[in-house]
C-alpha cells in the first residue's frame, strides 16, 4: 500500500507549483474571494494562460497541441489547481476540453481532430452536451430527437433539455435517433451541430436557486454536415459511454480537495455561529470530516484502480451516489449552524453552480443557501440516486434485473 | 372517542380550501411573492371580512369568531398547502396570541377588531442578530417616556412580515424586566428594511429603534412569560402549517410518480419510489398526528403544551423537510426548476424548521419538558 | 376533536380498576419485578381469574360465555391490564383467545362455537397458529400444505413454521391447499388439527436471543374430522385476513402505553448510567419520546376508526412499520447507553418474548439486550417493513403495482 | 500511488482466508464459543507456528515475522470474516502493542516469543466498572512491594480473553501516574471470573486483584500515553475487523437475495432489497478505505493516528452494525434464528462498536483530533 506518487508526477507537481507561484500572487485566497465579475474576468484570462503553456491539455498527443503526457499528470495539475484555488479552464471546457476533446481522441476522424481540437483549446468554439430530453432522463436510451441524411446534411428534429451554458455555446454534440427500426440502445448516432442557424432555438431556464445555468434546445430541420458524425453511424451510443469513465480518475483526485475545502469553512462557520462548542453540531462536523476522508481514500482505490488502465467500471456509481449523498447532509449542517441567519441569505451565491463554492469565498449565508439548494440537485442529474444503487446492485451484487415490463 | 375534526371544523377546512383555490393558485403565489409587500392586501381583507380567519381565534366581542387554536392551526394547515403568502402566522398567531393572553382589556379592545377584519396587519419582533429565542437575547431597551409612554432603542430581526406591519409588538427589556411593547408601524425612529429570504413567501425584516414611542402591554406577571405562550402557540401553529406543506408536496409527487414514464413504466412502479413515498406517507401521517394533539393542548391550555410544541414543531419540521425534499427527487431534473413548484414548498419547509428554533433545539427542550 | 371516552366506557374503566385494585396489592410493581417461575405460576392464576370475572370474553356473546360488551370495552381493559403491568391471560391466549375465538365467532358453525369457544376459555384448549411456511414467508399464498379429503377426514401433509408455542399446543389451525387448480389464493382452506396425534411433529428452534419459542410442524398424513373447517372449503383465505383487523384497535391503545413504559424505564437507565445530561443521548432520548408520542395520537386516529366500524384498513400496516423501526431505534439507544455493560449482559431477558420487558422488570442489561435482538425481528414477522411499504404504497397512495413476472 | 496490499499481502490474505476455511468454518466457531476457554488451543498454536499470525507486528529477533499494524489488520479482517473465536485482538494487538511501544526491551525478550509462538496469551486490563476509556476511570492502586515489585488492588473488567490469559497487563494507577503492570495469570490474589457475553465468539473476564505481585513494565514518559497508543491500534485493527464482518454479511444477504424466490422471483430482483444492498456495499467499500487508511497511518506512525483511528473506529462499526443487521432483514425469518450464521455477525458488530468507546464517543475525539 502506498499513496505515493512516482517520481516523474512529482517532478510535474513541481512545475505546476512553480507555474502558479510565479501567475498568482503569494496572498492568493482563491477565486471564490473575487466578485462575480471579476472572477468572470480572471476565469477567461486564466484559461488563456493554461491553453498557452499546454495546461488545458496535458493528456492530449503533441501532434494535437497536447502535452503527451500521463493522466496521472493531469491527476497532478487538477489536484494542484483545486489546492490553489484557481479553475481549469471556463466551465464550458467540461464540455469542450473534457469531453468532446477526449471523445474526438478516442473516436474522431483525422479531419476532425484537426479541425475542430486546435479550436477547442483555443477557446474559439465554446461546446455544449445534448443528451437529455424531457421523457428521456433516467432513462437515456429512450431518446426521441431525430437525425434523417438529407443529401449531404443531417436534418434533426426534436428537444433536449438540461443543455448547461447552450445560451453561450456555439456548437452542440448530440445524441440523436438515426434509425428508428434499430433496438433501443442501437440507431444513435452522436453528432456536431452548429447552434447559430434557423433551425436550433435555446431556451433557458431558472433552477431552484434562482440561477439560470441550464437550457432547452429545440432542433426545427437543424441541419449539420453528413461527416460531422462521431464514431460512425447508429455507434453512438457506445461514443457516449466511453466518455463516463473519462474524468473519474480527476474526479476521485479533486472531490476529496474540493469538498475538504468546504468542510474546512464549514468549520469555520460553526466557530463564527458559536455552534463550535455544540456537542451535537460537533457529532455532525465529524460525521462529515470521516465521510470527506473516506471519500479520498475511496478516491485512492479508484485512481489505483485507474491508472493500472483498468476499464471505468461501477466505482463511477459508489463515487457519485457517495459525494452527492453526502453533500445533502453537510449543506443541511451548514444551514443549521446558521440557523435563523440561513434563511436570510447575505452575500453572493456561489460562483461554481454546481458542488462547493470556490476557495477563498465569503462564508456567508448567501454561498451556503444556494449550496444547500444545489445540492438537492446533486442525487438527481448524471443518474439519479436510485439509477445508481440498481447499477452496483446489478453490475457489482449481480443481483438478477427486474422482469422487463411487456414494452407498450 | 373521536381524535378526528368536528363537522364544523370539517367544513370550514372546505371553505378554505376552496378559497384558497379559487383565489390563491400558484400562479398568484408566484406573482405576490414578488410584490413588495409580499402578500396580496385585497385577498388579506377578503380572508377577514368573508371568511373570519383572522379573527378565528379573538372572542366574539372583539370581532372574532370565538373558536381557538384548533381551527387556526387548522387555517394554517390549508395556507400551507396552498403555499399562500399572508402574514396570518404573524398577525393572527403570534401578535394576537399576545393580546388575547395579555393583561390588556383595553389594548385587545382597540387592536382585535381591526386584525380580525383583516384591515391591520400586527407581528411580534423579538429576535435579534444573536438570533436566541430565550430571555437573553433580548437586548433592545425600553425606557420610560416623559408622558407615561415608553421609548426603544436597539434592533429586531427576522421579524415575521415586520416591513408590513401596522402594529409591531416589541419583546424588550425595561428595568423592572422583559415586557411587549405596542408600537405603530409608521412611528417615528422606526428604520425597517425588508431582508432577501430564502422563502419568498414570508416576508421578514429588520427593524432599527431609535427612541421610537411606544405603549407597554400590561401583562400578568413578567412579560417574558407571555413571550413563552406566544412561542408555544406559534410552534405549534407552525407544525400544522408544515402538515399542509408536507401533505401536499405528498400529493404532488405520487401524482408525478403516477404519470412520469422511464423505462417503459411509470416511476411509481418502482419499488425504490413506491417506498420512498411509502415513508413520506408515515411522515405526513406521523406529523399530522403530532400536530392535531399540540393543537388540542393549545386549544385546552394543558399544562403539557411546552412537551407538545416542542414535540410538534421538531417532528413536523424534519417531516416536512424529508418529504419535501423527496418531492424533488421523485420529480427529478424537473423538481429542481424555478418553474416546478416543488422548490416553493421545499424552501418553506426548510425556513421553517430554523423558524422558532431548529429541531435540535426543540428536542433539548422537549427532554427538559419531560424532566430528562 | 376529542379524546375521551363515553361515560358507559368510563364506569367499565372504574370496574376493571377495582376488581385490579382488590386483586393486587398496593405497591405491586408490575409481573416484570418476578422472576421466570412465579412469573408464570402467576400468569396462569391471573387467567383463571380474568375468565372467570368474564374479562377473558368481554366483547364475546353472552350466550358463548361472552358478557356482550363492546369493542371500546376491550380497549378499555386493555389499557387497564397494561397500565397496571398484568396480563391478558397466558401467551398462547393470542391464538385461542384472540385469533381463534374471534374467527369462530364470526366464520364458525354453531357446533364448532359450542365445542371450542368454551374450552378456549377454560384453558382446556390450548391453540397455535399454523399459516407460514418455509417457502411461504411474505407471500403466505403460495403455501404448499395440502388437504385431502378422505372419507370423512381430511389428511394433511406438509410442513407449518414460525409456529409460536407449538411445544405447548393441543391443537393447531392450519391454512392448507386444498384445492390445487384454484389460482394462488383460491383452494386454501381454514383447518383445525389435533396436534397430538402420530402424523405430526413438533421441532422447537432457537431465537437469536436463544429463546425457545418457535416451532417446525411437520404434517405426515396428519388427520382431522371433515367438518372441523372453517368458513367453508377452499374459503381459507378469506376467513385468514378477515382476522386482520381484529387486533388493530387494541394494539392501537396498548402499544403506546407498552412503549411508553419501556421509555421510561430507558430514561430510569440513562441516569442509572450517568447518562441523562449527554447532549447527544438527551436528543436521542427526545426523539424517542416523540416518536411514542406520536404512536399514541396515531392510535387515537386508528381507534377512532375502528370504533366507527371502518373496515380494517391499511392503517395497520402504518401501525405496524412505525412501531417496529421505532423499536429498533430505541432498544439501540439502550444498548449504546449502557455501553460496555451492554455487551455483558446480566439479569434475566424479558419475560414476554416480543417488544418491551413487562412492567416492574429490573431495568438490567439482560432485559434490554434480548429486547434489542429481538427487535430486529419486529421488522421481520407479520409482514416484513418491505411488505408494509409496499402495501401502502399501492393501498393508500393509488401507485401501480409491479408488474407481474412470468409465472414459473 | 497504489492503494492496495502488495503481492506479499494479497498472499497472506489467501493464506489466511484458506486456513481458516478449513479449520474453522461455521460448525467449529459454534463448538468453540460453547466451550470453556472460549476458543480452540490447538489451533491458536498453529496459527502461531504453522502461520506466525500472533508475531506478525513482532520484530524477527523476538521471533515475529518484522511486519506491521497492515498486515494484523488484513488478518483481523479475515477473522472478522471467518467469525473466529480467537484471543487476537488481546494478545497480538493489545498486549504486543504495549509491549513493542514500551520501554522495556527485557520484557520483550521475555514475552514476545510465547506470544509470538501461540503458546502464550496477553491481554490488556484496563477498564473498571466505570466503563471509562480514560485516565481518571483507573481506581485500581499499585503500591510498591518489599522486593522491588508491586502490589496491586482493586478490580477490572471487560477485560479481553482475561480469564484465559497467560499474562495480564494490568493498568494501575501508582503514586507516581499511571504504570502498566505484568500479570501471571495465576498470580496469588487474582480472581479471575469469565463474563456472560452477548457476542458468544470472544471472551471476556472479571477480575479481582487483592495484593497480587506484579512488575511494572519501563514506558517511555507516563503509562497512560502508552495506553492510549494502545487503545488507538486496536481501535484500528477493530476497525478492519469490522470490514470483514460486515463484508461477509454483505456476501450472506447476496447470495441469499438471489437464490429466495417469492412472488414468484428471486427477491433480489425486487429494488427494495437491490436497493438495500446498494447501501450496504456503499457501507462497506467506505468501512474498507477508512480502515486501510487506518492501518497506514498506524503503520507509518504518523501523527493523525488519533484521526484516522476515531474515524475508522466510528465508520467501521456503524457500517457493519447496519450491514449485518440489514443481512438479518433480507433473510428474513431465517436471519433471526439461532441455527442461521446472521446473528453471530450482527452481535460481533454491535459490541464490537461498544468496545473501546462508541461510535459517539470517537466522533466526539475525531472532532477534537482535527480541532474543532
Known sequence: ?408 | MDFAFDEDQEELRRTVRAFLEATAPEAETRRTMETEAGYDQALWRRMGSELGLQGLAIPEEHGGAGAGPVEVGLVMEEMGRAMLCAPYLASAVQATTALLHSDDEEARTELLPALAAGEQVATLALTEDSARWNREGVTLTARAGADGGWLLDGHKTFVLDGAQADVVLTVARATDGIGIFLVAGDAPGLTRTTLPTLDLTRRQARLEYRDVPARRLRTRGDGWELVEVVLRHSAVALAAEQVGVASRALEMAVEYAKVRHQFGRAIGSFQAVKHLLADSLMEVESARAAAYAALLSAQNGEGDLPMAASLAKSLCSDASVKVTQDNIQVHGGIGFTWEHPAHLYFKRAKTSQLLLGDSAYHRELLAQAIGV
Not at chain 1, 105 to 120: A, D, Y
Not at chain 1, 339 to 356: D, E, I, K, S
Not at chain 1, 386 to 407: D, F, S, T, W
Open chain 1, 1 to 408: 500500500m502506498d499513496i505515493s506518487y512516482p517520481p516523474e508526477a512529482e517532478a510535474f507537481r513541481e512545475e505546476v507549483k512553480d507555474f502558479l507561484a510565479e501567475q498568482l500572487p503569494a496572498d492568493w485566497p482563491g477565486i471564490g474571494a473575487l466578485d462575480e465579475e471579476p472572477a468572470w474576468e480572471f476565469s477567461r484570462k486564466w484559461r488563456e494562460l493554461l491553453a498557452e503553456r499546454g495546461y488545458l491539455s496535458v493528456t492530449w498527443p503533441r501532434e494535437h497541441g497536447g502535452r503527451g503526457l500521463s493522466k496521472l499528470h493531469q491527476v497532478v495539475l487538477m489536484e494542484e489547481l483545486a489546492q490553489a484555488g484557481v479553475p481549469f479552464g471556463m466551465p464550458h471546457d467540461t464540455f469542450g476540453v473534457k469531453m468532446l476533446a477526449n471523445t474526438l481522441l478516442r473516436w474522431g476522424s483525422e479531419e476532425q481532430k484537426k479541425h475542430f481540437l486546435p479550436r477547442i483549446l483555443a477557446g474559439e468554439d465554446v461546446w455544449c452536451q445534448g443528451y437529455s430530453e424531457p421523457d428521456a432522463g433516467s432513462d437515456l436510451a429512450s431518446l426521441t430527437t431525430r437525425a434523417e441524411l438529407d443529401g449531404d446534411e443531417w436534418v434533426i428534429n426534436g428537444q433536449k433539455v438540461w443543455t448547461s451554458g447552450a445560451h453561450h455555446s456555439d456548437w452542440i454534440f448530440v445524441l440523436a435517433r438515426t434509425n428508428q427500426e434499430a433496438p433501443k440502445h442501437g440507431g444513435i448516432s452522436f453528432l456536431l451541430v452548429p447552434l447559430n442557424q434557423p433551425g436550433v432555438e435555446v431556451r433557458p431556464f431558472r433552477m431552484m436557486s434562482g440561477q439560470l445555468h441550464f437550457n432547452e434546445v429545440f432542433f426545427t430541420d437543424a441541419r449539420t454536415r453528413a461527416d460531422l458524425v462521431v464514431g460512425g453511424v447508429d455507434n453512438g451510443w457506445t461514443v457516449a459511454q466511453s466518455l463516463l469513465g473519462v474524468e473519474r480518475g480527476e474526479e476521485a483526485a479533486t472531490n476529496p480537495i474540493l469538498f475538504k475545502a468546504e468542510l474546512e469553512r464549514l468549520i469555520e462557520l460553526a466557530r463564527m455561529y458559536g455552534k463550535d462548542r455544540d456537542p451535537v453540531i460537533r457529532q455532525r462536523i465529524a460525521w462529515c470530516w470521516a465521510k470527506v476522508e473516506t471519500m479520498r481514500n475511496l478516491g485512492y482505490r479508484i485512481l489505483t484502480g485507474w491508472l493500472k488502465g483498468a476499464a471505468p467500471g461501477p466505482e463511477s456509481s459508489i463515487a457519485k451516489l457517495y459525494w452527492s449523498e453526502y453533500h445533502l447532509q453537510v449543506t443541511d449542517l451548514a444551514m443549521d449552524i446558521m440557523g435563523m441567519h440561513a434563511q436570510v441569505p447575505v452575500g453572493r451565491p456561489p460562483l461554481r453552480t454546481f458542488r462547493a463554492d470556490d476557495p477563498g469565498a465569503a462564508n456567508s449565508s448567501g454561498s451556503w443557501s444556494t449550496t444547500y439548494l444545489v445540492a438537492r440537485s446533486g442525487t438527481i442529474y448524471a443518474g439519479t440516486s436510485q439509477v445508481q444503487r440498481n447499477i452496483l446492485a446489478e453490475k457489482v451484487l449481480g443481483l438478477p434485473r427486474e422482469p422487463r415490463a411487456a414494452q407498450k
